[in-house]
């Protein structure tokens, strides 16, 4: 089955498929948040039956769109993303990933909006993408269970840890590096 049989399968255009294929993608296919006038605008979902949609008293929207996003995530299992060439970012992104290497699997990861973020907790690491940019981070002590995106003007993301809410402005920098085209 292809993409676009998915997308009309559940009455979407294929840019919206394509569109949510994508955050399902950051969100290691088990996740998403997404923005698209097709699915009632600002959405998450979880796979295990959390879904939000901008539209939030359209029920037939969110069904169709918690369908499509669970048929997306085993599609997205049957056909991953083709791996790239590496980077010199650090010790490098040769796994396919857009984060760098050594830091293993993310115990969170998720994107909206040409931002995207993954947090490490082995590696003591958050790494966020924006505009083509990745920013790796020191996440300390933090143990992050929780993430929210400001939508409106500067673009901004807070972690919610045991120590309660912390900004990526106020985690240390580390270094920052361009993506190569195609990440």
Not at 6 to 18: E, L
Not at 19 to 37: E, T
Request: aromatic share 10%.
């Amino acid at each position: 089955m292809t993409l676009s049989d998915i997308a009309r399968r559940h009455g979407f255009s294929d840019d919206a498929a394509q569109s949510l294929l994508q955050s399902i993608s950051w969100g290691g296919g088990s996740m998403a948040q997404f923005n698209h006038p097709e699915f009632g605008g600002m959405g998450q979902w979880s796979r295990g039956g959390m879904i939000m949609i901008g539209d939030m008293f359209n029920n037939g929207l969110k069904y169709r769109v918690e369908a499509l996003c669970n048929d997306l995530s085993a599609y997205l299992q049957n056909n991953p993303p083709p791996a790239s060439a590496p980077s010199s970012f650090g010790g490098g992104m040769s796994s396919g990933n857009w984060w760098p290497d050594g830091l293993g699997s993310p115990a969170s990861s998720g994107g909206q909006n040409g931002m995207r973020y993954a947090y490490f907790p082995s590696a003591r690491r958050v790494a966020i993408e924006q505009n083509g940019r990745v920013s790796l981070y020191d996440s300390g002590d933090h143990q992050i269970g929780g993430v929210s995106q400001q939508q409106s003007g500067y673009q901004s993301l807070a972690f919610t840890s045991q120590f309660g809410t912390i900004r990526v402005e106020d985690l240390r920098h580390i270094e920052s590096s361009q993506l190569p085209p195609g990440r």
